[in-house]
């Protein structure tokens, strides 16, 4: 509390009368973490022609990649590692991350039916189960990735996890539409008070 004190200007008292508690004030920030995870999923995962939605798929898990990469100092994401510790103990905390993780795969079944559709992705596959699919592949990267992966790996994980993607006639995709994000198209992994979290 001491640090948060200092780095926002406000005394204990201020912050107390604001949140509550600490445990009310960690929920707060961790809540507005897992909005701001899902707006970025939306940046990247809001519909639009057919035609663009596996360029999109593929923008997306490479950005979730290069996000991870660029994490040299480990970090991680605050979803991830809240999730890993407190959801088993903390019903706000267990909810707040299910809700984030449905609201992840629900965008990405959206773009896998649009893909389908316009007969880039084998439309006799389930869109639920690749959505699950690539869901825990983007939440994998990030676990390795603070695990100590190099930036290459993780990368080709997310070419890897799309190139498996099933095409119409029961061959696999080798190159799906979208090239990995330069580094100027990096969303940082920092709070969402400055920039948006990557994952």
Known sequence: MDDIAQATGLGKGSLYG????????FHR??????TAVVEVAEGRLTGGPDAEALARLSGYVH???????SDTERRGCFLAKGAAELAQRDP???RRSAETMTAL?????????????HGDIDSAADPERLA????????GIEAVGKAGLDPETLRNIADTALAVLPMPGGGIASQPGAVRP??????????PSANSPST
Not at 18 to 25: I, Y
Not at 132 to 139: C, G, I, P, S
């Open 63 to 69: 950005l979730m990649a290069e996000n991870t990469a």
């Open 182 to 191: 330069t580094r100027t198209n990096v969303v940082p992994l920092a709070g």
């Open 132 to 139: 699950a699919l690539l869901l825990t592949v983007v939440r």
């Open 105 to 117: 795969l629900t965008l990405l079944r959206t773009e896998i039916s649009a893909a389908q559709r």
């Open 18 to 25: 604001a949140f509550g508690d600490k445990g009310k004030l």
């Open 92 to 94: 706000t905390v267990a």
């Open 29 to 34: 920030v961790f809540g507005d973490w897992c």
